[in-house]
């Protein structure tokens, strides 16, 4: 903090071209002022200002350092401002981007709640299915379910999302419903993704893995789409229960192979790793995690609970 107020105390005296009208605008004595830079300049092992009796004037280092500490006494003073408003209640816009399926079923809808608790504060969503980059496309807060991968972003888990396989009763009465994870192999398979990414269907019992390349009729790399094409009657399905639960609550799917389970998914917040996160950001990540963070309510509302 005291080489905060002797950068606030070396940008004044650099704009305004002396030690008194600096002081001036500081509130402060010239004398204070003089002490901040002196022990500044004593901290940064180099001069930043000459001083004559009648004048002052920038050295070379200072003239550098001024443009740098100028940018952040004024960031700081930005941040305080915005602390202050946001005490009483946090207030401006908030960019999220989300992907399409979650965004639409689960994240809106607690983003109204959101809205009712701070109504001061604007939030633009945007759903996507790729991956957005939040720096080069302006967004505050960006949802991906899956693994983080890009080093840049500071991560934090908001929930896990478990995966179901799934087919309609007619599939399933025209075909049987596959009793052991090598009945999948004679199924018809609904698939996640791209052939390229890999056709092999992972799933565990009791700490046991069965690897499985699965008989891909039908693959997309949207949600939606798959769970259209198992209440159609074309096959089998793995997707995350957010998508599943309510036609499995319905009886439009049944639930396939259910002792057996996959690797969930983690849903994660991402953020830049530079950027710091004003109040109205870290009350919106506070009330999604208070919304999502515990198991998910579209898991157990719709599974058979397992001895």
């Known amino acids: 903090?005291?080489?905060?107020?002797?950068?606030?105390?070396?940008?004044?005296?650099?704009?305004?071209?002396?030690?008194?009208?600096?002081?001036?605008?500081?509130?402060?004595?010239?004398?204070?002022?003089?002490?901040?830079?002196?022990?500044?300049?004593q901290g940064l092992g180099a001069q930043l200002l000459n001083r004559t009796t009648r004048h002052v004037s920038v050295?070379?280092?200072?003239?550098?350092?001024?443009?740098?500490?100028?940018?952040?006494?004024?960031?700081?003073?930005?941040?305080?401002?915005?602390l202050l408003r946001n005490q009483v209640e946090p207030e401006g816009l908030i960019k999220v981007n989300a992907p399409?399926?979650?965004?639409?079923?689960?994240?809106?809808?607690a983003l109204f709640g959101f809205m009712?608790?701070?109504?001061?504060?604007?939030?633009q969503l945007t759903l996507t299915d790729r991956f957005v980059d939040p720096i080069a496309e302006g967004y505050d807060l960006v949802l991906r379910i899956g693994?983080?991968?890009?080093?840049?972003?500071?991560?934090?888990?908001?929930?896990?999302?478990?995966?179901?396989?799934?087919?309609?009763?007619?599939?399933l009465l025209s075909r049987g419903s596959p009793q052991i994870p090598g009945d999948l192999a004679t199924h018809d398979i609904l698939h996640y993704g791209l052939q390229r990414s890999g056709t092999r269907w992972r799933i565990y019992r009791a700490g046991q893995e069965f690897?499985?390349?699965?008989?891909i009729i039908f693959c997309a790399n949207n949600g939606d789409v798959l769970c259209s094409a198992a209440?159609?009657?074309?096959?089998?399905?793995?997707?995350?229960?957010?998508?599943?639960?309510?036609?499995?609550?319905?009886?439009?799917?049944?639930?396939?192979?259910?002792?057996?389970?996959?690797?969930?998914?983690?849903?994660?917040?991402?953020?830049?790793?530079?950027?710091?996160?004003?109040?109205?950001?870290r009350w919106l990540v506070d009330f999604l995690v208070e919304r999502f963070a515990e198991e998910p309510y579209w898991h157990t509302e719709s599974l058979p609970l397992k001895d």
């Open 147 to 171: 693994e983080m991968e890009d080093s840049s972003l500071i991560g934090r888990r908001l929930a896990q999302i478990p995966l179901a396989m799934a087919a309609a009763p007619s599939y």
């Open 1 to 41: 903090m005291d080489r905060l107020a002797g950068m606030e105390s070396f940008v004044n005296v650099v704009e305004a071209g002396s030690f008194s009208t600096a002081a001036k605008r500081l509130g402060l004595t010239r004398a204070v002022v003089g002490k901040r830079i002196a022990a500044l300049e």
């Open 100 to 109: 399409m399926s979650f965004g639409q079923l689960h994240l809106a809808p």
């Open 231 to 281: 209440l159609a009657g074309r096959g089998i399905v793995m997707l995350p229960t957010f998508l599943l639960a309510q036609h499995l609550q319905s009886g439009r799917l049944q639930q396939v192979l259910p002792d057996y389970e996959a690797t969930p998914l983690d849903l994660h917040f991402l953020w830049p790793q530079n950027r710091l996160l004003p109040t109205r950001i």
């Open 116 to 123: 009712a608790r701070c109504p001061k504060i604007v939030v």
């Open 59 to 82: 050295t070379g280092p200072g003239a550098e350092f001024y443009e740098r500490a100028r940018n952040i006494v004024s960031e700081f003073a930005l941040a305080s401002q915005e």
């Open 211 to 215: 690897s499985l390349e699965v008989p």
